[in-house]
């Protein structure tokens, strides 16, 4: 099975532009979750998705956005980027059943806002 | 709210020595518990859990219990090499509040030959 493959992998912006940041779980799974990686925060969460409807949420504001499509397939957004902004950002899909709290992680879109 | 709690890094060992990174949580309910490991360049990979007290996950030579009398969850393998190198990361997974994955900061790990 082909695993969490996620694009681009690298991205620079400017401040005040806006991305769009693509995932593809593996297949079959229907639970895609973002997350942003940082120095100095670590891993945080940012929100999961299942069966195209945002099932969790985390503490980020509302530039940060997200979609999950039919084919499982997630994008996320952020607007009006600013300087911390500038991260890794991971995505990781999950599937039902008895693994359903496992995480496969895509290598990652290190996003830099210049 | 549920949190994870794990030693600060980086830890720097020769080769052959013993590593423990130590690992606590907080949580409601009865969570799964994981450890991530994240080489250079990667995303995170999954390399043990354990779902219920006592149970002993391992992998690769690594290996952690679930006490819950203690909230801990510590990482041990008792004889490292410069290809663990990488950064780990301690997690819990329950079902209270919706399907949701904390993680801690992570430890670095430094492997001397």
Same mark, same amino acid.
């Given at each position: 099975?082909?695993?969490?493959?996620?694009?681009?992998?690298?991205?620079?912006?400017?401040?005040?532009?806006?991305?769009?940041?693509?995932?593809?779980?593996?297949?079959?799974?229907?639970?895609?979750?973002?997350?942003?990686?940082?120095?100095?925060?670590?891993?945080?969460?940012?929100?999961?998705?299942?069966?195209?409807?945002?099932?969790?949420?985390?503490?980020?504001?509302?530039?940060?956005?997200?979609?999950?499509?039919?084919?499982s397939?997630?994008?996320?957004?952020?607007?009006?980027?600013?300087?911390?902004?500038?991260?890794?950002y991971?995505?990781?899909?999950?599937?039902?059943?008895?693994?359903?709290n496992?995480?496969?992680?895509?290598?990652?879109?290190?996003?830099?806002?210049? | 709210?549920?949190?994870?709690?794990?030693?600060?890094?980086?830890?720097?060992? %020769?080769?052959?020595?013993?590593?423990?990174?130590n690992?606590?949580?907080?949580?409601? $309910?009865?969570?799964?518990?994981?450890?991530?490991?994240?080489?250079?360049?990667?995303?995170?990979?999954?390399?043990l859990?354990?779902?219920?007290?006592?149970?002993?996950g391992?992998?690769?030579?690594?290996?952690?219990?679930?006490?819950?009398?203690?909230?801990?969850?510590?990482?041990?393998?008792? %004889?490292?090499?410069? %290809?663990?190198?990488?950064?780990?990361?301690?997690?819990?997974?329950?079902?209270?509040? $919706?399907?949701?994955?904390?993680?801690?900061? $992570?430890?670095?790990?430094?492997?001397?030959?």
């Amino acid at each position: 099975k082909a695993g969490v493959t996620q694009t681009p992998r690298y991205l620079i912006k400017t401040r005040g532009q806006q991305v769009t940041l693509s995932c593809s779980p593996i297949s079959g799974h229907r639970s895609v979750s973002w997350y942003q990686q940082t120095p100095g925060q670590g891993l945080q969460f940012l929100f999961e998705y299942f069966s195209e409807t945002q099932r969790n949420k985390g503490n980020f504001p509302g530039r940060f956005s997200g979609r999950q499509f039919s084919n499982s397939r997630s994008e996320m957004n952020v607007s009006t980027l600013e300087l911390g902004d500038s991260a890794l950002y991971l995505c990781a899909s999950s599937s039902e059943g008895r693994a359903k709290n496992i995480q496969y992680f895509g290598a990652g879109t290190r996003l830099s806002v210049l | 709210g549920d949190s994870v709690t794990q030693m600060e890094g980086p830890v720097t060992l %020769s080769e052959e020595a013993f590593l423990t990174i130590n690992c606590t949580y907080t949580a409601t $309910g009865y969570p799964s518990l994981f450890w991530y490991v994240q080489y250079p360049g990667e995303g995170l990979q999954l390399l043990l859990k354990a779902t219920k007290a006592d149970d002993k996950g391992s992998n690769k030579g690594f290996e952690a219990t679930y006490r819950k009398e203690t909230t801990s969850f510590h990482l041990e393998k008792g %004889s490292v090499q410069v %290809s663990d190198s990488a950064v780990y990361f301690c997690a819990l997974s329950g079902d209270t509040g $919706g399907f949701k994955t904390i993680f801690g900061a $992570g430890t670095r790990l430094f492997v001397k030959a």
